[in-house]
């Protein structure tokens, strides 16, 4: 009975010993992992500055999204009877507006009068659902975005879109509306900061000579179909070159790190047209791209080192 007990008693402590080893080496791996990740990243940030390449301090912090649907069904924004003060009429789904009585804004902080004007029922069509996003918006346009998991939409289809002339005035706004929106699947984590802007040094897609003036994550659109829209998180970087003013927008898938190509640019205004690349057939590119680009970079510094995608097709604002 005693060497039953003795014996079970050295089973338990064996086990306990091997899952406590087994913990211990995966824990070290995961260790080995992190900083391999964080020192290949401390080198390529070093690269960028060696090719006079500027930006602020990156996060490396991780955070979680989803695959969301939403629909662009008009249909939202048909109920123009409860608009007062303005002609408002459709075009090719989206609100395009004109007020009986211009609003006076000040061009440096145009929220302080819009952000009132759109929360009222009568003046825009579920106003409450936007929020003023600084970033977007520029001299002669002022942007205000809806929120899919409390980050904004980085396409026409759920932004409202106010045009300001030189004097500080607006005559009307144009409104996209994305209605129903839901996650499609629970979250997952998502790349951080740091990495989506080291991916797309890798892409060759940063310039030399060039300043990163910011880089959020919001959603963008990755596809149409007949039952709706899906958007994915997506890690949006704004490049402006040191010899031009114009600022070019680059978008990184966040759950993959692969590229969603977009033609972007804002000179004094907000220009934009999606070209977003096919997902199903680049989920390669990130681990290619790590593999050979620091030798391509090495190479020439103007060579592509890997397509985000091998086909693409065009996406409406």
């Given at each position: 009975?005693n060497?039953?007990?003795?014996e079970?008693?050295?089973i338990?402590?064996?086990?306990?010993?091997?899952?406590?080893?087994?913990a211990?080496f995966?824990q070290n791996?995961?260790?080995i992992?992190?900083?391999?990740?964080?020192n290949r990243?401390?080198?390529?940030?070093?690269?960028m500055?060696n090719?006079?390449?500027?930006?602020e301090?990156?996060?490396?912090?991780k955070?979680k999204?989803?695959?969301?649907?939403a629909?662009?069904?008009?249909?939202?924004l048909?109920n123009m009877?409860?608009l007062v003060?303005q002609?408002?009429?459709l075009v090719?789904?989206?609100?395009?507006?004109t007020?009986?009585?211009?609003?006076q804004?000040?061009?440096s902080?145009p929220?302080?009068?819009?952000?009132?004007?759109?929360?009222?029922?009568?003046n825009i069509?579920?106003g409450t659902?936007?929020?003023?996003?600084g970033?977007?918006?520029?001299?002669?346009?002022?942007?205000?975005?809806?929120?899919?998991d409390?980050?904004?939409?980085?396409?026409?289809?759920?932004q409202?879109?106010?045009?300001?002339?030189?004097?500080?005035?607006?005559?009307?706004?144009?409104?996209?509306y994305?209605?129903?929106?839901e996650p499609?699947?629970e979250s997952?984590e998502?790349i951080s900061?740091?990495r989506?802007?080291?991916w797309l040094y890798?892409?060759n897609?940063?310039?030399?000579?060039?300043r990163?003036?910011?880089?959020?994550?919001?959603?963008?659109?990755?596809?149409?179909?007949?039952?709706?829209?899906?958007?994915?998180?997506?890690?949006?970087?704004?490049?402006?070159?040191?010899?031009?003013?114009n600022?070019?927008?680059?978008?990184i898938n966040a759950?993959?790190?692969?590229?969603l190509?977009?033609?972007t640019?804002q000179?004094?205004?907000?220009?934009?047209?999606?070209?977003?690349?096919?997902?199903?057939?680049?989920s390669?590119?990130?681990?290619?791209?790590?593999s050979?680009t620091q030798?391509?970079?090495?190479?020439s510094g103007?060579?592509s080192?890997?397509s985000?995608?091998?086909s693409?097709?065009?996406a409406e604002?």
């Open positions: 009975m060497f039953k007990r003795i079970l008693m050295f338990v402590v064996f086990a306990v010993l091997d899952a406590f080893l087994f211990s995966w791996q995961a260790g992992h992190t900083t391999t990740n964080s990243n401390a080198t390529i940030l070093k690269e500055r090719d006079q390449i500027t930006f301090p990156l996060s490396n912090s955070s999204g989803y695959y969301a649907s629909n662009n069904n008009s249909n939202d048909r009877k409860q003060g002609s408002s009429h090719d789904g989206k609100l395009v507006s007020l009986d009585t211009p609003l804004v000040d061009r902080h929220s302080k009068v819009l952000n009132n004007f759109v929360k009222i029922s009568s069509i579920h659902e936007y929020e003023y996003n970033s977007l918006s520029t001299d002669d346009q002022v942007v205000y975005t809806q929120m899919i409390d980050r904004p939409v980085y396409s026409h289809q759920g409202l879109i106010f045009d300001v002339n030189g004097q500080g005035v607006v005559n009307g706004y144009t409104q996209g994305l209605a129903n929106i499609l699947r997952d998502l900061q740091t989506a802007v080291t890798q892409y897609e940063i310039p030399n000579d060039s990163i003036e910011w880089a959020n994550l919001g959603y963008t659109r990755l596809l149409s179909s007949d039952n709706g829209l899906v958007y994915v998180p997506t890690w949006v970087v704004a490049i402006k070159s040191k010899s031009s003013q600022i070019q927008l680059k978008r759950f993959t790190g692969v590229m190509k977009r033609v640019q000179s004094g205004e907000t220009t934009t047209s999606d070209t977003l690349g096919n997902e199903d057939t680049s390669s590119t990130a681990n290619k791209s790590e050979t030798s391509n970079k090495t190479a103007q060579s080192a890997s985000a995608s091998s693409s097709n065009t604002e």
